[in-house]
């Protein structure tokens, strides 16, 4: 699937997301370390930030992939036989402190991934009005 505005396919775009890549160019990487992003892509100079709050869709990302797999597993642990449900409480538990915080800069990735796949517009005018 093709988007005709930007003329990237969905698998491009979901590919440099899962390698923290500009989801414009996929040279540069999206963030500094851990949990600070760049302002801009360094090769094409894309804004990553379109607006303040931008961002709050990859929380629903984290929240919704965290809150799947923690009932997944739970599930998988007590019906598997494999741990009783008080031991899959705390297993579950602490997979679900420690993943949301590993898993944020793919959130926030696919989130910019997918906004630009479906918007490429609105990132490349956002881009040009912070020129000038």
Not at 50 to 78: D, K
Request: a positive charge; glycine letters at 10%; aromatic letters at 18%.
């Amino acid at each position: 699937m093709t988007n005709p505005e930007s003329g990237k396919s969905y698998f491009t775009v979901i590919s440099r997301a899962w390698r923290l890549r500009c989801p414009r160019c996929g040279q540069a990487p999206l963030f500094k370390n851990w949990f600070r992003m760049h302002v801009a892509c360094g090769h094409c100079h894309l804004r990553f930030e379109r607006e303040p709050g931008y961002f709050l869709g990859s929380i629903y990302i984290n929240y919704g992939l965290t809150a799947l797999l923690v009932t997944l597993f739970y599930f998988m642990l007590v019906g598997g036989g494999w741990a009783a449900p008080q031991t899959a409480l705390w297993i579950v538990a602490g997979f679900a402190l420690v993943f949301p915080i590993w898993f944020f800069r793919y959130a926030r990735s696919l989130w910019l991934g997918v906004d630009h796949y479906w918007d490429p517009t609105q990132s490349d005018s956002a881009e040009r009005d912070s020129r000038g």
